[in-house]
Antibody
Framework: QVQLVESGGGVVQPGGPLRLSCVAS????????MHWVRQAPGNGLEWVAF????????NYADSVKGRFTIARDNSKNTVYLEMRNLRPDDTAVYYC??????????WGQGTLVTVSS | SNVLTQPPSVSVAPGQTARITCEGT??????VQWYRQKPGQAPVLVVF???DRPSGIRDRFSGSKSGNTATLVISGVEAGDEADYYC????????????????FGGGTKLTVL
């Protein structure tokens, strides 16, 4: 059974950094692209970033480009989201998800990031 | 960028059929996915590639497309179907790998009366 577990969320001051991790089990992790998607409180889903199975292709939403970096370590079955220069509107639950052909499945349970002074 | 428009809410009585629409330019040429999200839970894929279902998703869920509108159809609605539903497409430029974007609709709250 595939399981994705996010960690690293918490409260951070505006302008600060934070790194999220997502550990995968039950899949051949090195064969799958991975996504990060976020959901601000009471709002809908917003795609954040994608990394290809080999790490050699990365895509970002315009809202995070230049501030967020997606990375992966296939030896640890882990995908990361390095976030810097965080703003209050980055406050959200951050989900990781495995990449299907053009879809996202399955999803982790999410980790909450709160940007506040 | 491709904007996907969904109605904020849809209400249906138990046993009836719910139809949730997703409108967007060029949607006719794209693969459309649908996700269900219950309160406090992560999204779950219920329909992919327009009309296919992942294992474990009942055949009460189906998808269709006409012109620039995709529709999620839930037949025989049950109380447990009450949730937020999101459509999603992949926007890509063949000549530019760096421009790929995955876009979600704004979501539709399905209420079972």
């Amino acid at each position: 059974q595939v399981q994705l577990v996010e960690s690293g969320g918490g409260v951070v001051q505006p302008g600060g950094p934070l790194r999220l991790s997502c550990v995968a089990s039950g899949i051949r992790f090195s064969s799958f692209g991975m996504h990060w998607v976020r959901q601000a409180p009471g709002n809908g889903l917003e795609w954040v970033a994608f990394i290809r199975y080999d790490g050699n292709k990365k895509n970002y939403a315009d809202s995070v480009k230049g501030r967020f970096t997606i990375a992966r370590d296939n030896s640890k079955n882990t995908v990361y989201l390095e976030m810097r220069n965080l703003r209050p509107d980055d406050t959200a639950v951050y989900y990781c998800a495995a990449a299907g052909n053009q879809w996202l499945d399955p999803w982790g349970q999410g980790t909450l990031v709160t940007v506040s002074s | 960028s491709n904007v996907l428009t969904q109605p904020p809410s849809v209400s249906v009585a138990p046993g009836q059929t719910a139809r949730i629409t997703c409108e967007g330019t060029s949607i006719g040429s794209k693969s459309v996915q649908w996700y269900r999200q219950k309160p406090g839970q992560a999204p779950v894929l219920v329909v992919f590639d327009g009309g296919d279902r992942p294992s474990g998703i009942r055949d009460r869920f189906s998808g269709s497309k006409s012109g620039n509108t995709a529709t999620l159809v839930i037949s025989g609605v049950e109380a447990g179907d009450e949730a937020d539903y999101y459509c999603q497409v992949w926007n890509n430029q063949v000549w530019d790998d760096n421009s790929d974007q995955w876009v979600f609709g704004g979501g539709t709250k399905l209420t079972v009366l």
